[in-house]
């Protein structure tokens, strides 16, 4: 034949779950949240990451991510004498839903050592509650290309491709 026609659907997903625990072993009476393992401790900083003199413990950042990719595409393949034009396009829908728990076993702040003998924390956030939010795209892209037999041992292929998305569509869910 001189013209053949590929269309293709297809589906992928992949989920994952990370938990960013204490690099050490602490005992549970040290944890912050009872039932958990032990969170982050800061001493001398404003916050975690702001330069502390030390911090201990483990971010407990719990992120479950899926992501499913809808794939659709099609191609056409003409050949004519010398020449062999492939045509097509290709779209994909990407949807990913995350929960991130960002300080889901505690994260205590002390000014100094001081402070943190006194049990005196200047912020401490924690627990289960996160930020859930769902992000989707549209991706595509369409091509037409020629391959052209010059000589028995030339080829020359000339070819036009264009991509696009409408970029990151992202919502927070709700509580």
């Known amino acids: 034949p001189s013209i053949i026609n590929t269309a293709r659907v297809g589906f992928s997903r ?3 779950f990370q938990d960013v625990g204490p690099s050490i072993s602490l005992p549970a009476s040290l944890s912050l949240i009872a039932g958990l393992p032990m969170g982050q401790v800061s001493v001398g900083a404003s916050g975690p990451q702001s330069g ?3 911090t201990f413990g483990g971010l407990g950042g719990d992120e479950y991510i ?3 990719l809808f794939t659709y595409s099609d191609s056409v393949q003409i050949t004519k004498g010398k020449h062999l ?3 097509g396009a290709w779209f994909q829908r990407v949807q990913v839903n995350e929960l991130f728990i960002g300080s889901a076993y505690g994260s205590a702040v002390f000014a100094d050592l001081q ?3 006194q049990g005196k924390a200047t912020t401490f956030t924690g627990g ?4 859930k939010k769902y992000s989707r795209q549209w991706e595509g892209a369409w091509y037409v290309d020629d391959t052209i037999k010059v000589l028995p041992n030339l080829t020359l292929s000339l070819g036009l491709r264009h991509e696009f998305t409408n970029g990151w569509d992202v919502h927070p869910l709700g509580p």
Do not use: K, Q
Request: a positive charge.
């Open 14 to 16: 992949g989920s994952f």
């Open 52 to 54: 502390a003199l030390s």
């Open 66 to 68: 899926t992501r499913n």
């Open 85 to 87: 034009i492939n045509m």
């Open 115 to 117: 402070h943190l003998l």
């Open 128 to 131: 289960l509650a996160g930020n």
